[in-house]
């Protein structure tokens, strides 16, 4: 008989005691203290066999249904349990039914080893409420040797079933067995948990112990939650709810039927070892929804995310007609835990499409989204991470398919936003699927493609209609720098209206937007000739100038006739090889409609460019409000650059002379005032279109320091009060003037109306120069007097810059080199320096620093009018160390 105990029997953790109802205290088949017998009477079944070591029951026939509710079979409460089960079941001899097969509702088994069934390990038939923790199923009681049971190990069809835990205590390790790992089935098994299991792998997680299916299987059983987020360590080993769904010779996670419906895949690894670093891969997909609607897989959390990589198919696969509504966001696919690492899966990153490549096709479905995306900064919320696949990084086909929504996504580049990761094919890969939507109109929406080794989006197929393509980052990282896609940057080989809009597309490696793939689509006269994207006519540009705070740019297109275009303007720094461009930055977009004969003419108002990119620029036919059809980039132009801070310019045609100054040019009204700031004509550059576009600022007026007399006898020197204010100081004796140093050499001749400036205090005193003075000691160091400070000139780049002479300097007084220290005179805005190096720099006082702004090629050199002859050679320790924008 049975023995019943009325004291309690604890397990390992002395602080948890249980009461059972019977003890299994030995390994018979039947009779007293066997566990067949226990099965029979219910209630809480411990062990306590003699002896130490794992223990062996081989059942000679079927063991009984559990139908008593609440029944525990706990393996755990055999003496010298520690975490590994003691108790195995062995049913090599027990016939063709499953091993424990559970009929009732709220029952617990835990603590078993339960393998060589030939059927399911433990089935769940009916009650529900069972929760299955800290078992091995499938292995031996090592968990290092596969023991398979012949179908699933553990099979259920039953609702709100608990398979495994959050914490290593109630972890599942089902691995070996000849079918699935878990398999849910049946419209009725609803809301099931299947939590911190290692399912295809040994104890350890990093060894594969195959499963003959998938890990876990969910057939038309809706709301099962597979991992969790619960004790989740994101970028760390795989913990709490995680599911380590590896090495199982199907799917990690397969998902099918019309009634699978709301089940999440959350917090897992799949495809990985237990710690993320190394594959442990799957047979096929890492998970696949066929024909199952409105499921999740990952999350917008870290907690929620999926690492899936190292699988032989793709990393995640929507197949079906019914696979509609399914979203795929916040997972690292193709990559190892940290989402910077590579562990490709061996086909695509996600498929979306059919099951057998025939025409029942997902559609409908969302990878990404907007949720918690950063902008500009790292893949969070929303993002999937898809890098290092084998095949494209999504890979979307299908004819009766298509309307799917990628967003927000990371395609080619890794988590951190600056590495490259590329997909072995094409970033997005398009093939007969009609009207998806790559990207948005918001910033969140952007996915960044790029770094890939085929072209970043590839559209291929006749059916292959109404994609739009929106927002994104094509060949660039998230900081916007360079990261080329090896082929292009959108290829249309198949299909029409396909709309490519607002896009930053460049650096990739044949065409931004490339229509017949290979080599520019010519514009054809009235664009009749057809083809993909019908080869829409591209822009003709024929200016971009500043104007007015803006930038005005000018073309033409013909194409259609009485037809709706949207013209897409773009900046780079220079254009593509070809002369054909790509657009590093979108500036914005003009609409124009065609004449009769297929003509118009634009000038569109764009934000203001920095002189010297390169300007280029899409047409779209407009179907009503809808974009369809892009043409390729345009040829490039060239805004003209402006000079820069500190130069003399001249317009062609035009005797008036400027100075270039804080984005204004400032008249010089008279030769007077380019003789006290000792300028000469040998220093005035030919003015841009640019520069002449600039407004107007202030008139330039002497230079502090400067002498001047009109036809009077009175002389004067000029002192600068504020950046907009001077007066004019009068010397009073001639004693005065000789004893400061000064001879009628020093004196400019100015006329009589130029003596506008109000009357200073005057000069009556030897004891100290004004401000603008040039003063030199005794040791013959030089200083500018300013403010009532002494400014060291400490070289003599610095001078020349400065257009000082010599000549110009007088012996400084006592009081002169009393004054307190000043900082240090600097290199003159506009001065045209170089180091020991071959950049070549000009000098712009930005209002905090002075900085150097590098002349970053020849044509800006020739542009600009510079030569040998303007460039100052200077110590590199003199250079200024902060750089300012690139000219």
Known sequence: MVLNLVAPIFSSSPALAITCTSTVVNTNDSGAGSLRTAMQSGGTICFNISGSGAHTITPASALPTITAASTTIDGTTQPGYTGAPLIEINGANAGSTPGIIVSASGVTIKGLVVNRFNSDGIYLAAGGNTTVQANYVGTDPTGTIARGNTHSGIGMQTAGNHIGGTTAAERNLVSGNLQSGIAVNGSSST??????????????????????????????APNTTVGGTTGVTPGGACTGACNLLSGNAANGAGISGSTATGNVVAGNYIGTDVNGLYPIGNYDIGVEAQDAPSNTIGGTTP???????????????????????????????GTDRSGNGSMPNHKMGINIGSPSGGSNNAHNNTIGGTTGVTPGGACTGACNVIVSNFWSGIYISGAS?????????????????????GNVQDGIGIVDSPGNIIGGSSAAQRNLISGNGGSGVALVGASTGGNHIEGNYIGQRTDQGDMPNAGSGVAIANGVTTAVVGNNISGNGILGIDIFPGWVSQNDPGDGDGGPNGTQNFPVLSSAIPLGGNESIAGSLNSLPNTTFRIEFFKSPACSGQGYGQGHDYLGSYTVVTDGAGNTGFTATMPLVIGGMAITATATRVIGSTPAETSEFSKCINTPRTHPDGTLIRPV???NVFLTEAGTVRPIGSGEV????HMTSAEFKTATNADTSLPGGANLYFREGTLIKGSGPNVYVIDQTSPS???????????????????AADIIIVPDSALGAADGPVIGSTVQHPDGTLVKSSAGTIYLIENGQKRLVGSMPMFTTQRYSLSSTKNATSTDLGLPNGSNLNFREGAVIKGSGPNVYVVDDNGTNIVKRQLGSVSAMIELGYGSADVVTVPDQELPSIDGPGI
């Open 674 to 677: 380019l003789a006290s700031y």
């Open 303 to 333: 907690a929620a995310r999926n690492v899936i990589g190292g699988n032989v198919g793709a990393g995640v696969s929507l197949t079906g007609s019914a696979a509609a509504n399914n979203s795929v966001t916040g997972n690292y696919i």
């Open 401 to 421: 398919g298509g309307s799917n929504a990628i967003a927000g996504n990371f395609i080619g580049v890794t988590a951190n936003g600056f590495n490259a990761g």
């Open 191 to 220: 809301g099931n948990v299947i939590s911190g299991n290692y399912v295809g792998t040994d104890v350890t997680g990093t060894f594969a112990i195959t499963n003959g299916g998938d890990g876990v299987l969910v057939t038309a």
């Open 725 to 743: 204010t001077w007066t004019k100081r009068l010397i009073t004796d001639i004693g005065f003037f000789t004893g400061l140093g000064y001879t």
């Open 653 to 655: 045609g035009s005797s």
